[in-house]
């Protein structure tokens, strides 16, 4: 059983779906095991168990029945969730991210104030969703 794992709601679902195609197997493990690019769904697993989902946003907003509203907010707002990944390299790690559709938001930082030898970077995926890479 899943217990919990995030699922993004998307418009761009084809640019999405190969930015984490390529970054959750190096990132988790994780493999494909529903989806293609066209969506509308997509969900990678670690061990029979769900880690990401993708889902096309105007299908879930028609079964809400939102489908009138916005898709973004007008103007720019604070982010209100990030995924965030432990990876072994920082600067390996963004440079996969940027190849595959990426943009880069802070560059990858040394932290001493989070943590000793904790180094992060922070990026968007195709989406904008913002995402934390970290190691320490």
């Not at 084809?14 to 959750?24: D, I, K, M, P, S």
């Not at 707002?77 to 600067?91: G, I, K, N, P, Y």
């Not at 560059?107 to 943590?115: H, I, S």
Request: negative net charge; proline residues 8%.
């Amino acid at each position: 059983m899943d217990a919990l794992y995030p699922r993004l709601l998307v418009t761009r679902f084809a640019e999405t779906f190969g930015f984490y195609r390529a970054v959750l197997p190096a990132f988790t493990g994780a493999t494909l095991v529903k989806g293609t690019p066209e969506g509308p769904y997509a969900n990678w697993d670690v061990d029979d168990q769900a880690v990401l989902a993708l889902y096309d946003r105007a299908m879930m907003s028609a079964t809400l029945g939102t489908a009138g509203l916005p898709a973004r907010p007008a103007t720019p707002t604070q982010d209100t969730a990030m995924l965030v990944f432990r990876v072994d390299d920082v600067d390996e790690a963004l440079a996969l991210c940027l190849g595959h559709g990426g943009v880069l938001a802070v560059p990858a930082t040394d932290r001493p104030e989070w943590g000793p030898n904790l180094r992060s970077a922070h990026l968007r995926d195709p989406e904008g969703h913002l995402i934390e890479l970290q190691s320490y």
